[in-house]
Structure formats: structure tokens, C-alpha cells
């Protein structure tokens, strides 16, 4: 265990909303051990919007990673300034590799050697312990936590919705007329999405079966402008499209929905932040790695494994798997979700 103060704890992890996400529960139990400490957390301008103004993130420096090499010189201006007691090396990329090495801090923790991927453990001073076999990705980063002395639990996400925000997420849903579905059209990795035409099928089943309204979210890349042209066209159950809302926005959506259906994306951990019952689409990547963190297992449609398999935690990920997952497959868990879940609340 690391005996060192911590009056201020800087945070490197740049990228990838699901992983912002995760880290959240770090600096809550940090700022729940510790008020006092002062976190300053090194990010990407897109996952940054989601977290600024969360009241255990005490400042954000920012790494565009669109101004090539002169982000690095940003960062290492802004963090020359800011002297940390302890870093926290949460991203195992060189180029995360390359921030932690401009941070000022005695204490650089970061992943065993086994897990330091990209010559990262080059970067830090001290170490978790390596584990024997594989864990959830939530509780790999509560192992930084144990080095530090600092309990995990409660685990808890505080990302809203905000006082500020609860209006916008009224108006929003004041135009629907059904209890709405949340359905994450793509990912940021094609071999994770599930085929549109699917989707556009089970939008209709939403409508006419389960008399609920769905809603398109996501970013507006190529992908899910595409998966949104096929939805649109293909489905008469009056889905209304979100698509490009931003980050905050998708909280209250996901938030005020009954339900989330979700590939592995940031969403899906969003959605489990937020304590919104969802279905998790799982081929590609290992849920039992990825998938939601102890909550809406039995939503989970599983086509990573095959039949019986009892597969360990791994990092191993399996292409054209995606395309097993039918439309009865999905039907079948919103019918669980009905039986079991829907008697909670459905809109915000």
C-alpha cells in the first residue's frame, strides 16, 4: 500500500466514454475517503463534456488529440503548474504513456507489467500487483484504489441528471407518446455493431408488442447516420431519432427512458451508471469483461460464447459474432425486462 499524502491526485485517462465512466467511482470513493483532495484528470474534449461540472472532478485539462503534437506540449504546459502527490495511470496507450511522463508526481501508479501495455510500466514509478486471472474493467481500476488504502464501496457514479439539467430532459420527453426505449444504433468499432435492418424490426416489435417508443442515440458518424437511414425507412413503430444530442443531453435520455438496448459501448456503462435497466448486445468483446457491472445480467444477450461455454475473463475479442444475435434473441429480453423490471419508472 502506498503511504504518501494525497492533497491532490491527477487522473490519466484521455479516451473513451465507457472508460470515463468507470473511472468515476475512483474519484468518488477518493473524494468520499479523502474530501479534502483535489482531482485533476487529464482528457479528450469529447469524454470531457460528460464529466465537467461533476463535483468530484475538480479540473479537467484538456487533450486534443487533433492538434497532433502540440496537445502534448498543451498538456505538458498545463501539468508543469500542477504538481500531483499521486497520478494515476489508468490508460495503458503510449500516447497515455507519454502524458503520465510529463506529469509532475512522486508517486506514478500504474498496471503490472503483465497489463502495461505499450511499454506504459516505462512511465511509472510504482505498480499494481499482477492477478492471476482477468477482471471486470470496473474492478481493475478499483485495484489502484486498494493501493492507495482507499475502499471502493460504496460504488457509486453521481453522473446525473443535474438539477440544471432536469428541465431539458422534461421537454424532451413531453412530446412522446409511449414510455420510451433508448436504442444505441452503432459503436466506434464496426465489428461491435449490430445490423440496422435488425434494429428496424425490433423498433416495430417495441411499438406494436410492447406498446413502448424508441429512440435513436448515439454520436453522428458515418456509421450511425447510415444506421439511422435504414431504421427510419424500415420502421413504421414511430421512432424518433436523437442522434448527435451530446454527451450531458444522452444522460437525460438514457436516464428518463424504461429501457436501454445497447452493443459494448459507452452508453451501455452510462445506462448502468444511471441504474437504467438495459439490454447489453455482447459478440465481440467479452462481457463478462465489458459488459455491465453487476447490474442487468440477465439482459445481456450473450453471442461472445458459444453454447455451454463457461469462456474466462479475457481481453480476447471474437469478429463476426454480432450477426448471431437474432431479433428474438433481443424481443426475449425486453420481455424479461417486463416481467421483471418494468414496474419501475419510465420516464424522467
Not at 474492478?139 to 428541465?167: C, K, M
Request: some cysteine; glycine content about 8%.
Amino acid at each position: 500500500m502506498i503511504d504518501k499524502p494525497l492533497d491532490r491526485v491527477g487522473v490519466v485517462m484521455m479516451s473513451a466514454v465507457g472508460d470515463a465512466v468507470h473511472v468515476l467511482p475512483v474519484i468518488n470513493a477518493i473524494k468520499r475517503s479523502r474530501p479534502g483532495t483535489r482531482i485533476t484528470w487529464v482528457l479528450q474534449p469529447g469524454p470531457a463534456t460528460l464529466v465537467r461540472g461533476h463535483p468530484s472532478v475538480d479540473e479537467i485539462v484538456l487533450f486534443d488529440r487533433s492538434r497532433g503534437w502540440r496537445a502534448f506540449v498543451d498538456v505538458r504546459r498545463a501539468m508543469s503548474g500542477r504538481p500531483q502527490d499521486a497520478l494515476l495511470a489508468l490508460q495503458v496507450y503510449f500516447k497515455a504513456g507519454l502524458v503520465t511522463a510529463m506529469c509532475r508526481a512522486p508517486v506514478k501508479l500504474g498496471f503490472d507489467l503483465a497489463r502495461a501495455r505499450d511499454l506504459n510500466w516505462l512511465f511509472t514509478t510504482h505498480r499494481i500487483p499482477a492477478r492471476a486471472s482477468g477482471q471486470h474493467v470496473q474492478d481493475q481500476y478499483f485495484e489502484f484504489l486498494e493501493a492507495l488504502g482507499i475502499p471502493h464501496e460504496p460504488v457509486t457514479w453521481n453522473l446525473g441528471p443535474w438539477d440544471a439539467e432536469r428541465s431539458a430532459q422534461q421537454e424532451f420527453f413531453r412530446e412522446f407518446e409511449r414510455p420510451a426505449v433508448a436504442i444505441v444504433v452503432a459503436t466506434s468499432k464496426p465489428e461491435k455493431d449490430w445490423p440496422p435492418e435488425r434494429w428496424a424490426q425490433v423498433v416495430d416489435a417495441l411499438w406494436s408488442d410492447f406498446g413502448l417508443q424508441a429512440v435513436l442515440v448515439g454520436g453522428r458518424s458515418a456509421r450511425e447516420l447510415h444506421a439511422e437511414g435504414v431504421i427510419l425507412s424500415r420502421s413504421s413503430g414511430r421512432p424518433r431519432s436523437a442522434l448527435g444530442s451530446g454527451l450531458r443531453p444522452l444522460v437525460g435520455i438514457l436516464d428518463g427512458s424504461a429501457l436501454v438496448i445497447s452493443p459494448d459501448t459507452g452508453p451501455l456503462h452510462m445506462s448502468v451508471a444511471l441504474d437504467r435497466p438495459v439490454i447489453s448486445l455482447m459478440g465481440y468483446t467479452n462481457p463478462k469483461r465489458t459488459g455491465p457491472y453487476r447490474r442487468f445480467h440477465d439482459l445481456i444477450v450473450d453471442a461472445y460464447g458459444d453454447p455451454g461455454e463457461d469462456y474466462p475473463i479475457s481481453m480476447e475479442n471474437r469478429p463476426g459474432r454480432m450477426a448471431r444475435i437474432q431479433v428474438r434473441d433481443v424481443l426475449d429480453r425486453v420481455e424479461r425486462w417486463r416481467t421483471t423490471y418494468a414496474s419501475g419508472r419510465c420516464q424522467g
